[in-house]
Structures are given as C-alpha cells and as structure tokens.
C-alpha cells in the first residue's frame, strides 16, 4: 500500500528551531506545515533574549533592516556577587557596533512570531493552537503525526518540541528525563522608559549590554542573566534542578532572595515589572543527547538537549536556529534521494559535525560536570569580593603589599588548595 503524504516534511514546534527548519525547506520550495500548540509561534516561548547576530544572518540575511531585533549588544558585564557586594568586569566592544553584530537582544514573542511569519511568506504552511500528540507509524517508519481525531502524513518529521522531549521520547530517540540535565530558567521583563534604559547604561542608540551574574545563589550552580531591550530590562535567573532538590530550596524563593541583592536593586530601580515567565533548560550537554534521527525524522534545538553552558557561554537559541536550519538541509536532501528512512536521515549528524552545533557541544562536554561545583558559585565570589575589600578598604593604617595579601587572603580562607584543584579542573573542562 502506498501512503498518500499530505506535506514533504513536518514540524512539531514554531520556536527557532523549527521556524528556521520551516523557512530553509520552504525556501527550496518544499511542501511544509509546522504544528505549534501556543496561540501564536512564541506565545509561550522564554529566553533571557541574548542571540548571535552572524547565525541569525545566515538564516534571514539583512535582518537588522526589518523590525525583529531589540538592541544590539556592545557592552558585557560579568559580575561576582557575594553579601552585599559586587565585582563586576566591565567589556565595552565597540567592534560589535557594526552588522551582523556580534550579539542582539530579542522578545521571543515577538521574534518567533517574525521567523515563522518569513517561513510561511516562503510558503510554509502554520497549524497553530494545534498540539501533535503521538506519531503514524508504518513499517518501524514515522509517517506523521496525530492530534486529537486528526491524521497529518508527511514523508519526514522534523521534532522542535523544545526542552520537555514527550514527543523525542516517543519517537524512541530519547531517554525519560532526569532532573540532573535540566535547569529551571525564571525570567522577568521590566519596563522602563527608552532614555532612562539609555542614560543609566551609558547607551548610544540601540546599543545594548548583557549582564551576567555569578554568586549569591544559595550555593545552587547557575547564575543570573540582565538584557536591555528598546524599552524593557529582561532580568532572570537559571538554577541547577538537582541541587535544588537536593537542598529543598523552591527555585522561586532563590530568585526572590536574588532580587533583593543591592546591585540587582539598582539596576531594576524604578522599573515595573510586567510578565514573568519560567521554563526548563536542557543542561546535560553532549553527553546526555539523545539519538539525533531515525526513521523519517530528526530533532532540532533544546528537544535534542543542544544547549551550551560553559560558564561564560550560555546559549541555546543559536543552537536551536542552525540545527533547525541543517535539519532543513539534511531533509531536503532525503527527499532528492527519495529515502526517509534512518539511512537517508543519517546525513543530518555529518550536517552538524561539520557545524559549530557538535562541535562546540563536544568541546565542552565536561563543562556541565565541572560546574557542578558548589565553590564555584559561593565560595569563589565570596572570596575575591572579600579581598578586594580588604585591599580598598582604608583604616588610617599603612598600606600592606597587594600579592603577599591576596596569598594570605586565600590561605587564611584555607582555600587555595582547592582553587587550584578547581583551576586544574577547569583548564580540561572549559
Ligand atoms: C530563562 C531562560 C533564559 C534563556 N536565555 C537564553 C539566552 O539569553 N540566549 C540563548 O541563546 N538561549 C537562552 N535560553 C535557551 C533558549 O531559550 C532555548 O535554547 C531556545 O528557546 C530553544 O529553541 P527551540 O526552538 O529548540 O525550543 P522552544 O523555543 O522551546 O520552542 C518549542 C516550540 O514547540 C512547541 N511545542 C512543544 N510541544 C509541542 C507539541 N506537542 N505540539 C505542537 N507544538 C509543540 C512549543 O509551544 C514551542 O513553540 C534561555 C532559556 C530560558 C528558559
């Protein structure tokens, strides 16, 4: 029996990943249709909002000339926070100013909604409020998807389902879930007006900066992130699921603990906030990825856990928007050859080992056990806060040396030789 295909390919979920899939298919003028239970692509999506300009170039060239984008950014802080005090290395990159920017900031809902708008103006067709609950199978082969009393059949489905992997599991790509891979994202966006955001951040135009935070977090790995938007703050924070648990601390409570930092407080001075959002993150890295195609389909971004935490990176959207695109690609390709099984597929892995997407992942796949470490996120902080302190605060006395100070400092404290231990750890890791 032959089966009567309603599209080449589908896509369960309009986030990036399966927008950016969407449009490069639509592009190569395939017959396409993506499934996404919100009201509209990115009513329920959540990023603190920080995405690279030079991948999001390549999926929608020029985008900087239409409405998508919030600032770009050209400023990066990176704090330390420990009790009431705060050390903070201050990054003004005046080489990012120019297009494709380096970095930008973006309101998924929003934004979402824009790239899935491009990948149906290239004919992509968009099943909105519209849940893909399990898949047709035919022959060990995915033929498509089922939702409610409807049939979809497509020769390829491409799974953007984002971080709750209920359809990747199903399609039996992915493992059940442990709360050791994941972490709880929490974000809060702020209003406050364009001038103020602009003046209290030594912002030209629709400059940007990020400000990323470590410290002050109950010990629990993870660490705070703030955006400026056109005329909104985005302001979160992202915590280990299993250290949470472990400590029976409630995610919400440490982010309210966190809030109430001075220097938190004054960077939200003034600003009301106007929606909170919370959403689970992918954390396991290269090592917990679950199997990447099969039968008729593949998984793109935060459903096949691409999401790079290495301390000083934290992304996901870009992941998610080049693997959606090499899906596209490796899909394209498997409907020239007419062959959608595993095989054919198969070409969607050598896609992404030729990309950043494994390639960084794999780099640093001991990231996610290294900052596993506790030390990292109190002790540390707490550490070099109290030393600067101790060498800027003045009591009339003479001064002491600043290397000899800074040695007792660590030694006093009994630390410096599990610093080193974790520097070593470190150099391997990251
Ligand atoms: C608080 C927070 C801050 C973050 N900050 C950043 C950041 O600054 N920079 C960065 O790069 N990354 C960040 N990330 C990570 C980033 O948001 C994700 O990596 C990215 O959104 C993944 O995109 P995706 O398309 O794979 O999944 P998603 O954006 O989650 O999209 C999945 C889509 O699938 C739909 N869907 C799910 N199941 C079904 C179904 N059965 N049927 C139909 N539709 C379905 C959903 O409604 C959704 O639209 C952050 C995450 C969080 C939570």
Redesign the pocket.
Same mark, same amino acid.
């Given at each position: 029996m032959t089966v009567e295909y309603d599209f080449d390919v589908i896509i369960?979920?309009? @986030?990036?990943? @399966?927008s950016s899939a969407a449009l490069t298919l639509a592009k190569e003028g395939k017959e396409v249709a993506i !499934? *996404?239970?919100?009201q509209y692509?990115?009513a =329920?999506?959540?990023?603190?909002?920080?995405?690279y300009g030079p991948v999001l170039n390549k999926i929608v060239p020029n985008y900087w000339e239409e409405d998508a984008i919030e600032r770009y950014l050209t400023t990066k802080k990176i704090t330390l926070l420990s009790e009431k005090r705060a050390m903070t290395i201050d990054i003004d990159l005046q080489d990012f100013a120019e297009p494709p920017y380096n970095g930008v900031t973006v309101i998924r809902p929003k934004f979402d909604r824009w790239l899935a708008q491009k990948a149906e103006e290239a004919g992509a067709f968009i099943l909105d409020n519209? +849940? &893909? *609950?399990d898949f047709i199978w035919k022959d060990n082969q995915i033929i498509g998807i089922e939702s409610g009393e409807d049939e979809l059949k497509a020769k390829l489905t491409i799974i &953007? *389902?984002? &971080? +709750?992997t209920?359809?990747a599991e199903k399609a039996k790509l992915a493992k059940k879930p442990s709360p050791s891979h994941y972490a709880v994202?929490? =974000?809060e966006t702020y209003e406050l007006k364009k001038e103020i955001i602009e003046e209290r951040f030594h912002l030209n135009g629709n400059e940007g900066i990020s400000n990323e935070f470590l410290g002050y977090t109950h010990g629990i790995p993870g660490g705070g992130?703030f955006y400026t938007n056109k005329e909104t703050l985005s302001f @979160?924070l %992202?915590l280990n699921m299993k250290k949470l648990i472990q400590k029976k601390i409630r995610a919400i409570d440490a982010f309210e603990d966190f809030k109430k930092h001075p220097y938190i407080q004054k960077l939200l001075k003034d600003a009301k906030m106007v929606e909170y959002s919370a959403?689970a !993150?992918p954390e396991g890295g290269y090592k917990h990825m679950p199997k990447l195609y099969g039968n008729g389909v593949m998984i &793109?971004?935060?459903?096949a856990g691409m +999401?790079l935490n290495a301390g000083l990176y %934290? *992304?996901?959207?870009?992941?998610?928007l080049e693997s959606g695109r090499l899906a596209g690609l490796a899909a394209k390709e498997a409907l020239t050859t007419n062959d959608y099984s595993a095989e054919g597929t198969k070409i969607y892995l050598k896609l992404l080992r030729d990309s950043f997407v494994l390639q960084d992942l794999k780099r640093f796949k001991r990231a996610a056990k290294f900052l596993e470490r506790e030390r990292i996120f109190n002790v540390y902080p707490e550490l070099l806060n109290s030393l600067m302190y101790q060498l800027l605060h003045n009591t009339g006395e003479p001064r002491k040396r600043i290397v000899p100070t800074a040695i007792k400092h660590f030694l006093k404290k009994g630390k410096l030789f599990k610093l080193m231990g974790d520097a070593f750890a470190a150099l391997r890791s990251i």
């Open positions: 369960v979920g309009a @986030g990036l990943a @399966g !499934i *996404e239970r919100g692509p990115g =329920k999506n959540v990023s603190g909002g920080a995405l519209t +849940v &893909a *609950e &953007a *389902e984002g &971080a +709750v209920l359809l994202g929490m =974000k992130f @979160g %992202i959403h !993150i &793109a971004g935060d459903a +999401v %934290i *992304e996901g959207m870009n992941f998610a």
